[in-house]
C-alpha cells in the first residue's frame, strides 16, 4: 500500500518512524563492528621508548600548577642499576593547622618506589618524611644514595632503609656531589659559638679556604659552613664559612673557579687538594661563567654572549677545548644530570614565553613546556630529545643509566625508558699539579 492512500494521520506517523529508522540503522550496523583499541598517547621524543611503565598505579599524581616557578623539589628518577629505577615524589596530606612551628609546616610525606625494568613490578616501597621544599635524594652507585633530612646525611640502598651516616651541628642546606661519588660539598647554617658533640661533623681549621660572596649573612647567630667531605671515612678535606649558597664544582682531585680577566674574559683555575694550582685557560662571558664537572677529567662551562644568550664549552682537565655550542638557544633555569660515567649528559631547561630577568620576572603561566636534551659527553651531538610532563622546576625527571645506555624521562603519563646506542669514548685528559 501507498503512503498517498493511507489517511493523513497514519501517513505522517509512518513518515516520521522510516526517518527515525534511517538515523538508528548506521548506529545499528556499527555496533556490530569490533570497537577499535584506544590508541597510546603520543610519546613527543626523537626516538620512541623502548617501554613504557604507568606512574599513576605508582601512586604519582601530576602536581598542582601552583607549584610552577616556586621551584621546589617535587620527585626524583634515579638508576640504582641498568635493570632497576628508583622513583620518589611527594604525596599530598592533609595541613595539620594546630602544628603552628615552622619545622612541622614544612614536613613533607615522599612515597619512594623500586622499580623493575621492564616489567615495572615494585621491589620495595616506603615512605619518607622530610621536613623542607629542597633537593633530599642524591644517587651515589652501586644502588646507594644519599638523603637530606635537617641535620643529618643518611645512607640508603635498594631495600629502602636509610642509615645514620653524619650528622652536622645545624640543618643541611645543600649537598653536591664530584662524578665519582667519592666526595661531597655539603651547606649547612650552624650556630656560630658551639661546642662540638661527638658523632658531630667536625670543621678542622688546618682545611680552611676563603670563598667570596657579596650577599650579606643570613644571621649573627648562625654561619653557611661550606665542606667538602670525602665519603670513604667522613674526613674533612676543607671548609669555609660563606655568606649563601654556592656552586662549587670538583673532581677526585680538586676544585674549579673563574677567575675575571680583562674586559669579557675570565680565568679558569683548577686548585688541587694536594695543593698548588693549575691554568686551564679563558673563556669569553659577560657573566660568571658557570662550571660543572661531568666526569673527572672533563667539565662544561656555561657562558653569556653579548645579549645573555647562553652558550656551553666543553673542557678536557688537561684544558683542551673538546667542543662548542655558542648557542644553545633560550633557556630557563637549566639543570644538568649527568650519568655515573660521565659519558652523557642531559640539559634540562624550561620553555618559557620570555627571557627571565630583573625587571621581566617569571609568572607561571608564562612557562609552557619542559625540555630534556640527552648529548655525547665526547663530542656535544644530541643523542635524544623529549618533552617532559608534568612540568618539574626543580628536575628530578630524568636519569641516564650507569653505563649511559638507557635514559628515563617522566612524561606522558609514565616513566618512557629510551635504549641508546653506546656513547662514544670521552677523550683521557689527565691534569697535572701546579705550582
Known sequence: ????????????????????????APQTFASKKKTPPPESPQIRATLPPSFSIPAEPLGFAAPSEYYLGLRNSLASLDFLDEDRLLFTFRVPTLIHRELSNSDSQDERRIRAVVIRIPTGAVEAETIWTVHDHDRYLYMLDHGQFLFRDRNDLLLGDPSLQLKPFLRFLGPVMWVELDPSRQYFVTGSSEPTEHKSVAGEVPSPSTASADIASEEPPASDDTSLVMRIIRRSDGKVMLVSHVRSAIHFPIN????????????SAWV????????????LGKVDSVCSPKLDFISNTEFLVTTCGPSGEPGLVAMSTSGQRLWEDPTAGHSVWPLLVSGSNGS?????????????????PLDSSDIKGQDVQILDAASGKVALRAAASPILDAGGNVAISPTARRVAVLMDGGIQVFDLPAPPAIPDATVQAGR
Not at 493523513?8 to 526517518?19: F, H, M
Request: proline share 2%; no cysteine.
Open 344 to 360: 652523557r649528559i642531559a640539559r634540562v631547561t624550561l620553555l618559557a614565553t620570555h627571557s627571565v630577568n630583573a625587571t621581566n
Open 268 to 279: 679558569l683555575n683548577f686548585n688541587h687538594f694536594v695543593g698548588g694550582s693549575t691554568l
Open 1 to 24: 500500500m501507498s503512503l498517498s492512500l493511507l489517511p493523513s494521520g497514519l501517513a505522517v506517523r509512518a513518515i516520521i518512524g522510516l526517518s527515525l529508522w534511517s538515523l538508528a
Open 252 to 263: 677526585n682531585e680538586g676544585y674549579l673557579e673563574s677567575l675575571r680577566s680583562l674586559g
